[in-house]
């Protein structure tokens, strides 16, 4: 039921994210308003759902998760309904960027800890089978989109959104309250963990001189306890930082990809026919992608770190060479290349984390990267559409995409190197 859940949520996640990365054309003539506008809009979705996640990864480990994940169900359907009653890009901002981005992140972060948690053995599978439902949003989203708006105008289109997005109540009652795990014993049978939780006991502080009931000590227990109760420990692993990178750079080029990719085409002079083809045929690309990496990763023919690199250089040589693509057959070389890529990097960062992250953990631990994509996701919403209303093309801003993913591949390449230094083990 759980993988039910989260396979449904990311499906109409992606569904309402690509359905209004089609409507940006639309909105922008309808508002009057530049492109970069409506774009940092729908970006503004993606980042606020991914920064309210440090707080939902807290209330998820004590709270229970039905009744987050309904609540936020509600809420985006009702949200997305009045949004197709909207006046201004003002009230569609916050009914359809912030109110929506936090209601999402009540239905994914627990959904991502209780995946971790329940599939203990087969997490790669489930979360590979998860990853598919969202590439079949892609693959879906761009000609429906397109035919409702051609049906029934954006308002229309917005409001059939809404109901169908009203499924998502279904899905949050599908949750579970975490199961809290003794880390004692899951760390060391955890595959490669390097995860070390901060503990401090009164024979610890005994050990370095202290008295327990001293204010030193008082001091530096509730220091710890709320490390540890906000998941700020985390940041003590340097193989987490390096995994939050790489997978907030990767969040970042998609979100742009998602938002841009059919208005890129349009720049081209592709036909709105031919852009949401290529849209639908990178989905399933992307859908490959997420299929193929489990029995590579299973039959040991890569590596978690071998799969990051080999999939964050693909995409950056993509992006690179978007520029230099101007047909249909060109155009879906390159992003069938892209998505590839990224349906083998998306899951690998989830896998490679659950490695070196403790149980009970989880949660925080998905919350606080998605808090850190958070602040990077809104910036291709930003950035390429400024570049459009100044040149007339998205290539210089598609490029700036790549050079985003090179960060992420250059940060995994560092924590390879000071693991190897070290002398430790390298998955």
Not at 352 to 365: D, F, G, Q, R, T
Request: some cysteine; hydrophobic content about 50%; aromatic content about 10%.
């Amino acid at each position: 039921m759980i993988l039910l859940s989260c396979c449904v949520t990311l499906f109409l996640y992606e569904v309402t994210l690509k359905s209004l990365a089609v409507l940006l054309p639309t909105l922008k003539d309808q508002f009057e308003t530049y492109t970069w506008v409506i774009g940092t809009m729908i970006s503004l979705l993606t980042s606020v759902r991914d920064l309210t996640g440090p707080i939902v990864g807290i209330l998820a480990s004590n709270i229970n998760n039905r009744v987050l994940g309904m609540l936020g169900g509600i809420v985006i359907g009702v949200s997305t309904v009045c949004a197709s009653f909207g006046y201004s890009v003002y009230v569609l901002s916050l009914l359809l960027s912030v109110i929506n981005g936090i209601s999402f992140a009540l239905l994914l972060v627990p959904g991502y800890a209780l995946l971790a948690q329940y599939f203990d053995t087969h997490y790669s599978l489930a979360i590979g089978i998860v990853y598919a439902s969202a590439s079949l949003g892609l693959m879906a989203a761009p000609p429906v989109a397109q035919l409702l708006l051609d049906t029934y105008g954006w308002r229309g289109t917005l409001l059939i959104i809404g109901g169908i997005n009203c499924h998502l109540i279904l899905s949050g009652s599908l949750l579970r309250h975490q199961q809290q795990v003794d880390s004692s014993i899951t760390a060391t049978e955890s595959l490669q963990n390097t995860y070390s939780p901060l503990s401090h006991t009164s024979d610890d502080c005994e050990a370095f001189g202290w008295q327990s009931n001293s204010l030193k000590s008082s001091t530096f227990d509730r220091i710890n306890a709320f490390m540890k109760f906000s998941g700020l420990d985390l940041f003590a692993n340097l193989s987490f930082l390096a995994t939050s990178v790489i997978s907030t750079s990767m969040t970042a080029l998609f979100t742009g990809w998602i938002v841009y990719f059919i208005p890129h085409c349009l720049a081209k002079g592709l036909t709105p026919f031919e852009a949401a083809f290529l849209a639908t045929a990178s989905g399933f690309s992307n859908l490959i992608g997420h299929v193929i990496y489990v029995p590579l990763l299973s039959n040991n023919l890569i590596s978690l770190r071998g799969g990051l690199y080999f999939s964050g250089i693909v995409a950056t040589v993509a992006l690179l060479a978007d520029r230099y693509t101007s047909t249909v057959t060109t155009v879906f070389i390159s992003n069938m290349m892209l998505l590839l890529a990224i349906g083998i990097e998306y899951p690998l960062c989830d896998v490679y984390m659950k490695s070196i992250v403790e149980p009970n953990s989880l949660a925080k631990a998905y919350g606080w990267r998605m808090g850190l994509s958070g602040l990077v996701r809104i910036i291709p919403g930003f950035v390429l559409g400024w570049i459009y209303d100044h040149t007339g093309n998205y290539d210089a801003g598609f490029t700036f995409l790549g050079a985003i993913q090179a960060v992420g591949v250059l940060a995994i390449a560092a924590d390879h190197m000071r693991l190897k230094i070290a002398g430790e083990t390298i998955s």
